[in-house]
C-alpha cells in the first residue's frame, strides 16, 4: 500500500539507489503499525484535546523531530487520502479523523519517519559499495540511531531483528 510512496522518498533522497521488495515491505510494515499505535494511544486517552502534535511528539519521547522538515506541507510524499484509506482498513476510523489538518499532520510524521530509516539506509548502502537497500543495511541503519532504535523498540515491543527478519 505504501511502497509506491516510500520508493519517491527514495528517489528524493537518492535518484540512483534501488530498494529491495522485502526492504519496503519491512519499511511500510514500521510505518503503518507506528500509525496504529499513535491512533490507539490517542483513542485510549480519549482525551480529543490532545492534539495529535501533542501525541506525536509524547510518542516519540526522545526523538529528535527536525521541525523545518515538517514545515514543507506542499511537497509530501504520502497524501492524507493514504493515511485515511490506512486508518479505515486497520479499523480505527473515527470522525475524529475526518479533519483534514489531523490527516495531514499524520501524512507529515509518517514521511519523516520514512524519510530518517532511508537516508540512514542509504549512507549504510553507500558505506558497503552497493546501489540496493536491503533489509540488513535497513537494520543495521536503525541499530546505529539509538533514537530510532528506541522508536521502533516502543512501537513493536521486541527487539528490531526479530522486525527486520520475521
Given at each position: 500500500?505504501?511502497?509506491?510512496?516510500i520508493?519517491?522518498?527514495l528517489q528524493?533522497?537518492?535518484?540512483?539507489?534501488?530498494?529491495a521488495?522485502k526492504?519496503?515491505?519491512?519499511i511500510?510494515?514500521?510505518?503503518?503499525n507506528?500509525?496504529k499505535?499513535?491512533?490507539l494511544?490517542h483513542?485510549?486517552?480519549k482525551n480529543?484535546?490532545?492534539?495529535?502534535?501533542?501525541?506525536?511528539?509524547?510518542?516519540?519521547a526522545n526523538?529528535?523531530?527536525?521541525?523545518?522538515?515538517?514545515?514543507?506541507?506542499n511537497?509530501?510524499?504520502?497524501?492524507p487520502?493514504?493515511i485515511?484509506?490506512?486508518?479505515?482498513?486497520?479499523g480505527?476510523?473515527?470522525?475524529?479523523?475526518?479533519n483534514?489538518s489531523?490527516l495531514?499532520?499524520l501524512?507529515?510524521?509518517?514521511?519523516?519517519?520514512?524519510f530518517?530509516?532511508l537516508?540512514?539506509?542509504?549512507i549504510?548502502t553507500?558505506?558497503n559499495?552497493?546501489?540496493?537497500?536491503?533489509?540488513?543495511?535497513i537494520?543495521?541503519?536503525?541499530s546505529k540511531?539509538n533514537?530510532?532504535s528506541n522508536?521502533?523498540?516502543?512501537?513493536?515491543?521486541?527487539?528490531?531483528?526479530?522486525?527486520?527478519?520475521a
Amino acid at each position: 500500500m505504501l511502497e509506491k510512496y516510500i520508493r519517491k522518498i527514495l528517489q528524493e533522497i537518492h535518484p540512483n539507489m534501488k530498494i529491495a521488495r522485502k526492504s519496503l515491505i519491512i519499511i511500510e510494515k514500521i510505518m503503518i503499525n507506528f500509525l496504529k499505535k499513535l491512533i490507539l494511544k490517542h483513542i485510549k486517552l480519549k482525551n480529543f484535546d490532545l492534539s495529535i502534535r501533542e501525541l506525536m511528539e509524547e510518542t516519540l519521547a526522545n526523538k529528535t523531530i527536525n521541525y523545518e522538515f515538517l514545515k514543507d506541507y506542499n511537497n509530501l510524499s504520502y497524501s492524507p487520502y493514504i493515511i485515511y484509506k490506512i486508518i479505515k482498513m486497520e479499523g480505527l476510523y473515527m470522525e475524529y479523523f475526518k479533519n483534514e489538518s489531523v490527516l495531514q499532520y499524520l501524512s507529515i510524521i509518517i514521511e519523516y519517519i520514512t524519510f530518517e530509516i532511508l537516508s540512514l539506509s542509504k549512507i549504510i548502502t553507500n558505506n558497503n559499495n552497493k546501489i540496493i537497500i536491503h533489509p540488513y543495511y535497513i537494520y543495521e541503519a536503525i541499530s546505529k540511531s539509538n533514537e530510532l532504535s528506541n522508536l521502533i523498540i516502543n512501537i513493536f515491543d521486541m527487539p528490531i531483528s526479530n522486525i527486520v527478519f520475521a
